[in-house]
């Protein structure tokens, strides 16, 4: 897949310029910079323009010290400017006079893609440091360090640091002749079907993933793997493989009860009113485009 057709939220459009965050006085230069750019997070949401789909990019002036330096995320130099996240607190949303704040669900399938890179990067590590409050070694407070890439244990006698985790998950598109192989679950919208997909086990290999998730929950056996692209996802720090596979059996039997349902569709019928695809910001809708053009080429 070429630079130009990279799954929503995908993109090396961020220098992220790891050599930078613990350089103290390069940091503190790019923080009074006029240079500068902060992408304002705001009960999860991210601050975009009314009249044009775009995130609107703070100057330092423009925060008024809303936030303590410790509380600033580097992420890395986009467009030329070094750029910080900065989670904002309060129920009233700010910046009311320069925009909107918006869902990353709904800004993924309206922003740039080097903008729908920022902000899902932005809000990954804003999650990440809600979640990561203490050292799970010790138990002791955890303190932002690398400019907000990392945590570090207050304890003196401990003083882990801690990174960032995302959480490998493969979904993937199971074929059978000319049927392909879609499941539901019950909290989806009405006639929603979607790709297969779960989380990698310790001591897993993607393939090995892949064969595991879909006999779980269809009874389905598949043979040959083939990977297909990738696309993080932070919803909230998930990392999803995309594959396609071929089935060796057909029968479906919800073996773990993940899903509600599950069924053989053929194109014809993911071309019709039902059943309803993925989201279009999605990996697996495109694993599902893909394998309707297949008909074309095939």
């Known amino acids: 897949m070429g630079e130009d057709n990279q799954n929503v939220f995908a993109g090396a459009f961020v220098d992220r310029s790891g050599e930078l965050r613990k ?7 790019a923080l009074t910079s006029d240079d500068s750019r902060f992408v304002a997070v705001w009960n999860d949401k991210f601050l975009v323009g009314v009249e044009t789909a775009g995130v609107v ?6 925060l008024d010290h809303a936030a303590a330096e410790q509380e600033l995320i ?31 669900r709904y800004l993924g399938t309206v922003l740039p893609p080097d903008e729908a890179n920022l902000v899902a990067h932005a809000r990954a590590l804003v999650l ?19 400019a907000g890439n990392s945590r570090i244990c207050i304890n003196d006698s401990c003083g882990r640091e801690i990174f960032p985790r995302v959480d490998p998950a493969i979904i993937v598109l199971v074929e059978h002749g000319k049927r392909c192989l879609l499941g539901r679950q019950q909290s989806w919208p009405e ?3 979607s790709t297969i997909a779960g989380f990698v086990e310790p001591g897993e290999s993607l393939e090995d993933a892949v064969r595991r998730e879909v006999y779980e929950e269809t009874n389905v056996r598949v043979g040959k793997v083939t990977y297909q692209s990738s696309q993080p996802w932070p919803f909230p720090s998930a990392l999803m493989l995309g594959f396609t596979a071929e089935a060796t059996t057909t029968d479906i039997e ?25 989201f279009r910001i999605s990996i697996a809708r495109r694993l599902v485009d893909g394998w309707l053009g297949l008909e074309d080429s095939g």
């Open 23 to 29: 350089d103290a006085d390069w940091l503190a230069d």
């Open 191 to 193: 006639g929603r079907y």
């Open 128 to 146: 990440w440091h809600a979640s990561q409050v203490f050292c799970g070694t010790c138990g002791s407070a955890a303190r932002p360090g690398a």
């Open 57 to 62: 990019l703070l100057e330092g002036r423009e």
């Open 74 to 104: 580097f992420l890395g130099i986009f467009r030329d400017s070094p750029t910080f996240a900065i989670e904002i607190g309060g129920d009233d949303a700010p910046f009311q006079e320069l925009g909107e704040f918006q869902e990353l």
């Open 254 to 278: 919800l073996n773990d009860g993940e899903l509600d349902d599950a069924r053989w569709f053929t194109r014809e019928d993911l071309r019709s009113d039902f059943p309803k695809l993925p």
